[in-house]
């Protein structure tokens, strides 16, 4: 471990907006917190930051919740569990942050701001014109509210701006990049209570995780441009301020930026949607942030690919994360969620393929054979949302095109040929009781023989009119399994249907 990794028992907390999504990058902060709450025996806060009322949605802070649950990320204060610093919503706390911020305005180190939207608005355009930085002009520094009234761009509406300093530059030690510092002059005095009494991120987010007593402030790089106001707060407050670490972003295969528009994983629910199991992502996030070597590797270095909460834990730097941005390689989780449905019971993949099914409009009690059909496909799914598309074949006939038949290279008489014989090894097999997958193997194989299909591409193409006839499908697990499982009736009545096509479409031809 490196000297940046806390050992004494830390505070952290997860802060999030309740806008009614769950960013990925959220999850990668919570389960930060949630390894080194849990490494160094400290405690992790949820705490909502609902301070923002246009932002607010309905349902939003349980979805947080059951986002994190589905995860395995426990947490042990917060609003649904309480604790010694409740209430954990802002929305509950609104005197602690106005009464922190007249203090502010008090000592001077804030002040009030009447500038209308309008004018703001102006503003910004006229330093957008000029290429200079976004920046309130501070046009009500040091003015009365009459003296404001009487000068242009007025509201009655006031705000509560933070008074950044000229000079000089704010330095910080982030525990994941190292000492980070900010010329002062190039600051914002940002606003710290809106006109409606309700405070800003920038001032709550201050008061709470001084309040509550967090040790490590742990969030997304995209507020590292926030934190020198935040320390400028805790300065003029005559606070500590905590540690503060910014994790790096999380990027897209072109190594940009990932948007919640064009990137639906950017959305945890997409994870719980696509059929990702818990454990494969809560492991695929765990190797962007953790090194957790392979004990059954004899070279050192080399990293353990399927691991779980308590090893991340066991090996977790909060100092080797490393600051830059993390790629989400989506066929690599597709590969671990793979690997992690392929380690399911059948009983525990049956059970959570269900919802998924249902879904898609089939009953899995409606097929007796439910559990041997998904047997066959627990070695292809990736993705429990592909298991109603690869079991389809097992709950109805599908539809297909009479050439997808007649194999490359064939005729359609010579198709039909072959379906008529094997639909009579069919009907032997059934008649004789050997309905199985070794049974059917050994006929076929025979009859194969028998017709002289000794290579493997004739067989193929037998194989091949007997798999669509059977399944409706060219791809399907191996024949004589799914055969086996989808049962002699099914397959009967299915190969004749198949020999009618063929009839049919011969017929056609020759009119
Ligand atoms: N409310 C902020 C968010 O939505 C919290 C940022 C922080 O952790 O300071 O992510």
């Not at 995860?71 to 209430?87: K, M, N, T, V």
């Not at 000029?130 to 309130?136: D, G, L, N, S, V």
Request: proline share 6%.
């Amino acid at each position: 471990m490196t000297e940046r990794t806390p050992s004494a028992p830390v505070r952290v907390r997860l802060a999030p907006s309740p806008t009614g999504f769950v960013h990925i990058g959220n999850v990668l902060v919570a389960l930060v917190d949630a390894a080194i709450a849990r490494q160094t025996g400290g405690r992790f806060v949820i705490r909502i930051e609902d301070t923002d009322q246009r932002r607010f949605v309905e349902g939003a802070e349980d979805l947080i919740y059951t986002s994190l649950r589905w995860l395995g990320i426990e947490w042990d204060e917060g609003p649904d569990r309480g604790g010694p610093y409740a209430p954990y919503r802002q929305s509950e706390r609104l005197p602690l942050y106005r009464e922190h911020a007249e203090r502010l305005v008090a000592q001077g180190d804030a002040y009030r701001c009447w500038c209308s939207p309008d004018r703001l608005e102006r503003m910004r355009q006229a330093q957008q014109a000029a290429k200079q930085p976004p920046k309130y002009d501070r046009r009500c520094l040091g003015l009365t509210e009459d003296e404001r009234r009487n000068l242009d761009g007025y509201t009655s509406n006031s705000v509560v701006r933070v008074r950044m300093l000229d000079t000089g530059t704010t330095a910080f030690t982030d525990p994941i990049r190292g000492t980070v510092a900010f010329e002062n002059s190039l600051l914002d005095d940002r606003v710290l209570l809106k006109s409606d009494g309700f405070p800003t991120y920038n001032l709550a987010v201050v008061v709470d995780d001084h309040v509550m007593g967090i040790t490590h402030v742990v969030r997304g790089e995209e507020w590292l441009p926030s934190t020198p106001a935040h320390l400028r707060v805790y300065d003029a407050l005559g606070w500590e301020p905590p540690a503060i670490a910014h994790t790096p972003l999380l990027l897209n295969a072109d190594r940009g930026k990932i948007s919640k528009r064009r990137h639906p994983w950017a959305n945890m629910q997409w994870f719980r949607d696509e059929g990702f199991l818990p454990e494969a992502v809560l492991n695929y996030l765990g190797n962007l942030i953790a090194f957790v070597p392979d004990p059954e590797n004899a070279t050192p270095g080399v990293a353990r690919e399927l691991f779980g909460f308590e090893d991340l834990v066991a090996h977790f730097d909060l100092g080797a994360i490393g600051p830059s941005g993390k790629v989400v390689d989506l066929d690599r989780l597709d590969w671990l969620n793979g690997q992690y449905v392929r380690r399911l019971s059948l009983e525990d993949l049956a059970t959570r393929v269900t919802p998924y099914m249902a879904a898609a409009g089939f009953e899995v009690g409606s097929l007796p054979t439910f559990r041997s059909a998904l047997a066959l496909e627990q070695e292809r799914i990736k993705r429990l949302r592909e298991a109603p598309e690869a079991l389809a074949f097992f709950f109805r006939d599908e539809e297909y095109a009479s050439t997808t038949l007649v194999p490359r290279g064939l005729s359609s008489a010579q198709a039909l040929d072959l379906l008529v014989g094997a639909t009579d090894v069919c009907l032997a097999a059934a008649g004789a009781n050997e309905w199985t997958v070794a049974g059917l193997e050994e006929r076929f194989r025979a009859h194969a023989e028998s017709l002289g299909l000794v290579t493997g591409k004739l067989r193929g193409q037998l194989f091949g009119v007997i798999r669509v006839a059977a399944t409706g499908r060219t791809a399907t697990p191996p024949l004589f399994d799914t055969l086996a499982v989808l049962g002699p009736e099914v397959v009967a009545r299915r190969l004749a249907t198949a020999r009618a096509i063929l009839e049919d479409s011969i017929l056609v031809a020759v009119q």
